[in-house]
């Protein structure tokens, strides 16, 4: 068998097609919910931090701090391993999105932060001056400002998570690698692994290169 029959066998990459695809899907869900619980335990943790009182700032610091740290494989096995010898059980789908939510939002929480920290302090002053209240300050004027900075962080935030689902396969979810792990040992040939390189390329390789565009953009913005 030579290369080409070896690596990117047509007839393998046919028949393994429908497994990769039904991965692909739960690969999406799964890379979606975390994004989107992420980012809402990161705006909230952010809030924390900032304006609550010293002993919650100390404690979501702390939180951040852990969980930045903390290796997502690790996080995962913890979860999904550990977690049933204290009587909590978690399928492989909510034990993935758990360990990336957790993990997602500590990183989104220190994003806000950045933005928040790079709002001008005349406009928290200025808000003041209207006779604002705290909220109103920081829904009408500080986060429409913030969310524009970090849009870009937010989005690598977002491929880093995707590009993570991949290890849900260690917990047994048939994601998108699990799938092509399966494929490869039933047809004994690692095509169906060189398909699903590809399938994340297609779908990753542009958000990467949106990320590039909008980091551009934001730095000849800063520069005027």
């Known amino acids: 068998m030579d290369l080409f029959d070896t690596f990117f066998n047509l007839d ?61 494989l690790v996080l995962l096995i913890i979860v999904y391993y550990a977690l049933p010898f204290v009587g909590v059980r978690l399928s492989s789908f909510a034990s993935a999105m758990a360990a990336l939510t957790m993990v997602s939002g500590a990183y989104t ?35 429409p400002q913030a969310i524009r900075m970090v849009i870009p962080p937010l989005t690598n935030n977002s491929i880093n998570v995707v590009k993570d689902t991949a290890l849900a396969s260690v917990v047994a979810m048939p994601d998108l690698l699990k799938q092509a792990t399966q494929a490869q040992a039933l047809a004994a040939n690692p095509t169906p692994l060189i398909g699903a390189a590809a399938i994340y390329l297609a779908f990753l390789l542009p958000m990467v290169m949106l990320v590039s565009r909008l980091e551009g953009r934001f730095n000849r913005r800063s520069k005027r």
């Open 12 to 72: 393998v990459l046919a028949t393994s097609f429908p497994m990769l695809i039904k991965g692909l899907w739960l690969t999406l869900e799964l890379g979606a919910a975390s994004i989107l619980a992420g980012l809402l335990l990161g705006l909230g943790l952010c809030m924390l931090r900032l304006y609550g009182p010293m002993p919650v700032q100390i404690l979501t610091r702390l939180y951040i701090d852990i969980f930045r740290s903390i290796p997502l």
């Open 109 to 143: 929480a220190e994003i806000f932060r950045a933005g928040i920290e790079a709002v001008p302090r005349g406009q928290f002053e200025a808000s003041a001056a209207l006779g604002l209240s705290q909220r109103r300050t920081m829904m009408d004027v500080i986060l």
